[in-house]
């Protein structure tokens, strides 16, 4: 049977091992939540943002502990941690104080001279699957909304966070949430795959790798289910000639290595312009060289190991396969002589088109320098790519950073910052980087009934 594990990555031994559910606890689990919305969605706004806001002064109480076991999980520094439990609060903040206004009806002015509005309401029960970067976080994002909007949660997380996710659901039954609201479930892939042929399951939203999103939705599809996918990036980060050194070298060092290079919207390709380039390759070793790597607990670490073994042996081998070819590595490109899943933060330069670094997505601490003519060339490589779902901009000239960002094909563009997220921001991509969006308005405009009511008087 299919077993949920803690296996520390920094030490590579599994500290705590769960069953897979059984079917009879999917199907209660199921049941369980059919019966929630039916109340649920009978609940006032005021009601639900209430709840939400219980959930978020959870979050802040325990915000060491929770940090505490995501290093455990998949060996994210205490200091990230902590950083991704506040931003979960702001996630639930943020509906509970914006919902209600965005939940309210929008009036309509039919020709006929009628009155008419949309009308936002709950579609029923909805099923999340949840990757292992984020364990916290990309929860918040689906569950907040769509609890707002009067939908319940059955939440498969990654097989690596059994503790997080037994950790959020009892936020939800402590903050007072009714049984069957918010259920946690150990379910493996078939199971999933009977959750959502389930007639009571309304639509499922995955958070994951490619191969895993086109096999929800293909499923989805069958049993005409609505999805929404945050899959993978190659994102972008475009140096042009006129941007500030310093500030494009400290956003590209944080937006690249921050949780050792393991998110969607990480800065995987690094393009600058050739009148900047040796400049800023010089100063981006330099930096890269002085990231504190560390044990997880360490207060003063910057990157811990990456999430396990598997994920380990596979950037090692893209590196290897670059190298074979003639990439160049300024800077690390082995593991470290330690137990667990340790690799060294990574410099290249040199990476063509045959070499699988330049298509496939990298998911770890390896930075990758491409020099570019002009802005032109810039455009053309960052859109060169079968992912679109961020990309950075770094230039003093805002207006012409604006046209650049209109050419780029990504779902979201950030001009002289790095790549991030906010409660209040949409996220989500293009191409094979998904579709749908979450967090901001848009989060609470995916799994809902916009039913329009006419009235003629």
């Known amino acids: 049977m299919t077993q949920y594990a803690v296996t520390n990555p920094a030490t590579g031994e599994i500290e705590k091992a769960i069953p897979t559910a059984t079917d009879d606890q999917i199907r209660s689990a199921i049941e369980k939540s059919h019966h929630a919305f039916g109340e649920w969605r009978r609940q006032g706004v005021d009601e639900r943002a209430a709840l939400l806001n219980r959930v978020a002064d959870l979050y802040a109480e325990r915000r060491e502990a929770l940090a505490a076991i995501i290093a455990r999980e998949m060996g994210k520094p205490l200091i990230q941690g902590k950083g991704e439990i506040d931003i979960v609060v702001s996630i639930y903040r943020y509906y509970a104080e914006h919902g209600p206004t965005l939940l309210a009806d929008e009036p309509l002015s039919p020709a006929s001279g009628a009155s008419a509005a949309i009308r936002k309401q709950g579609l029923g029960v909805l099923l999340g699957i949840m990757p292992w970067n984020f364990p916290y976080y990309q929860v918040a994002r689906f569950a ?101 050194l310093e500030q494009a070298v400290s956003q590209a ?136 779902l961020g990309a950075v901009i770094q230039s003093r000239n805002i207006e012409r950073a604006r046209r650049l960002a209109t050419r780029l094909e990504a779902g979201m563009v950030h001009i002289n910052e790095g790549p991030g997220s906010a409660a209040e921001l949409p996220f989500g991509g293009v191409k094979r980087s998904g579709f749908g969006r979450e967090l901001g308005p848009d989060g609470m405009g995916e799994f809902v009934n916009r039913k329009l009511i006419k009235v003629r008087e």
């Open 144 to 244: 907040a909304p769509n609890l707002m909007i009067g939908n319940t949660i059955l939440l498969k997380h990654a097989p690596q966070c059994p503790e997080s996710a037994a950790a959020m659901e009892q936020i939800f039954h402590d903050a007072g949430a009714a049984e069957g609201l918010y259920v946690n479930l150990y379910a493996s892939n078939d199971q999933a795959a009977t959750i959502i042929a389930d007639p009571r399951v309304q639509g499922v939203s995955l958070t994951g790798s490619e191969r895993a999103g086109a096999a929800v939705a293909e499923i989805a599809g069958r049993h005409l289910k609505k999805v929404v996918l945050e899959l993978g990036g190659s994102d972008p980060f475009i140096v042009l000639d006129d941007a500030d």
């Open 253 to 388: 060092l944080s937006g690249r290595f921050g949780n050792a290079g393991q998110a969607c919207n990480a800065a995987k390709r690094i393009l600058v312009d050739r009148r900047l380039h040796d400049d800023f390759l010089v100063d981006f070793q330099q930096a890269i060289e002085g990231i504190a790597v560390g044990a997880p607990q360490d207060e003063g670490t910057f990157m811990g190991p990456l999430s396990s073994e598997r994920a380990l042996a596979t950037l090692e081998a893209q590196v290897q396969d670059a190298v074979a070819q003639g990439a160049r590595v300024l800077t690390g490109g082995h593991r470290l002589e330690r137990p667990g899943a340790w690799y060294a933060p990574t410099l290249l330069t040199g990476v063509t088109p045959e070499m699988r670094l330049f298509h496939e997505e990298l998911f770890g601490p390896v930075a990758v320098v491409y020099p570019v003519d002009d802005e032109e060339e810039a455009v053309r490589l960052a859109n060169d790519s079968a992912y679109g």
